[in-house]
């Protein structure tokens, strides 16, 4: 089985994958139909001091459906028409105007991402260096540069000058803001 690209509706990946599967077991295409994957990563973020975990979508637009080829080496056609007349389903990423199977490296590569564990990774919009000003708590209008993201604590340490000297404060991501 070979894996093939379709182009699908914006934010109706879920939904998509969900109603193909539904189709090749409805249609008994469950040998010519492998995985139907949206690979996703967990991310977390803090937004006005609340912490916040949600899927992301790593290719957003896209859904991966592994299909097994007749002897010709094309889809058979009642897995194309299947798939073709699903709601939401654009087109294959072709190339001369025949669905085209992705390479082994990319196939691997799109697999890794998919099948990665489930731990959150943090999503931050402050970088190291990047300048920032307090906007609440006991140092508020004071200046600094960000020098450490801590992201289990939800936390940012930043180095502003206080009475000539460079002095960390860590703030919470919600009490400063890029300037």
Known sequence: MNFFVLRVASNKEDRVRETLARKVKIEGLDTQVGRILVPTERVRSMKEGKRREADRKLYPGYVFIELELDKA???????????KETDGVG?????NGRPSAMTARDEAKMLE????????????????????????????????????????????????????????????YWQIEKI
Not at 128 to 148: L, P, Q, S
């Open 73 to 83: 080496g094309s889809i058979p056609e009642k897995v194309w028409f299947t798939i």
């Open 91 to 95: 087109d294959f990423i072709s190339s």
């Open 113 to 172: 991402a998919a099948e990665r564990p489930e731990e959150p990774r943090f999503e931050s919009q402050f970088k190291k260096g990047e300048r920032v000003k307090v906007t609440n708590g006991a140092f508020i209008n004071f200046e600094g540069e960000v020098d450490e993201l801590i992201p289990d604590k939800g936390m940012v340490r930043i180095i502003t000058t206080i009475f000539g000297r460079p002095t960390p404060l860590e703030l919470e």
